[in-house]
């Protein structure tokens, strides 16, 4: 278990200069396997998209950088977590730890971590997640964190998680 007080997160804002780092965790095989989309996707294409993921209102997109107490390195980057609205009171979450880094329990503190800034930075309501049935590891963190399945959800492979997020939560 990483000690988060050596090696603390610290979430930014994703900025276009992270485009080739975001399409690397997005690409790898195993986040693939997971995702709705399977397929890879191109540099270009993954541009269009992150360059109005950036300059939508409707989105926040934020890279978790582990910050080491006396590192001349700088900030290594290990995750990222997204949360795109769906309605006035519904953000969706997705949520990436970087293939060096897994293993290392750190999607937890980065939903937390995520949750806190998307509650400073709006009101959400509620939070849903849409995780691949299969992917035990992805449901049991939603489920540790306090999402809740909805009743019937698993019609395409995929379960629906909801929780309400609200001002002054957690």
């Given at each position: 278990m990483?000690?988060r007080r050596?090696?603390?997160l610290?979430?930014?804002?994703?900025?276009?200069g992270?485009?080739?780092?975001l399409l690397?965790?997005?690409?790898?095989?195993?986040?693939?396997?997971?995702?709705r989309?399977?397929?890879?996707?191109?540099l270009?294409?993954h541009?269009?998209?992150?360059?109005?993921?950036?300059?939508?209102?409707?989105r926040?997109l934020?890279?978790?950088?582990?910050?080491?107490e006396?590192?001349?390195t700088?900030?290594?980057?290990?995750?990222?977590?997204?949360?795109d609205?769906?309605?006035?009171?519904?953000?969706?979450?997705?949520?990436?730890?970087a293939?060096?880094?897994?293993g290392?329990?750190?999607?937890?503190?980065?939903?937390?971590?995520?949750?806190?800034?998307l509650?400073?930075r709006?009101?959400?309501g509620?939070?849903?997640?849409?995780?691949?049935r299969d992917?035990?590891?992805?449901v049991?963190?939603f489920?540790?964190a306090?999402?809740?399945?909805?009743?019937?959800t698993?019609?395409?492979?995929?379960?629906?998680?909801?929780?309400?997020?609200?001002l002054?939560?957690?």
């Open positions: 990483t000690d050596a090696n603390p610290r979430l930014r804002p994703a900025e276009e992270d485009a080739e780092l690397r965790w997005r690409n790898d095989p195993v986040a693939r396997r997971w995702s989309n399977t397929g890879e996707l191109a270009a294409d541009l269009v998209w992150l360059r109005g993921v950036l300059a939508s209102d409707d926040v934020l890279i978790a950088d582990e910050i080491e006396n590192a001349d700088g900030p290594t980057p290990v995750g990222m977590v997204r949360f609205l769906l309605d006035a009171a519904e953000w969706e979450v997705s949520i990436a730890i293939p060096e880094h897994r290392r329990r750190l999607a937890r503190p980065l939903l937390a971590e995520g949750e806190r800034e509650r400073r709006r009101s959400p509620t939070v849903l997640a849409t995780v691949h992917n035990t590891a992805s049991a963190l489920r540790a306090g999402y809740v399945p909805e009743a019937d698993d019609t395409d492979g995929f379960l629906r998680l909801r929780k309400a997020v609200l002054g939560d957690g």
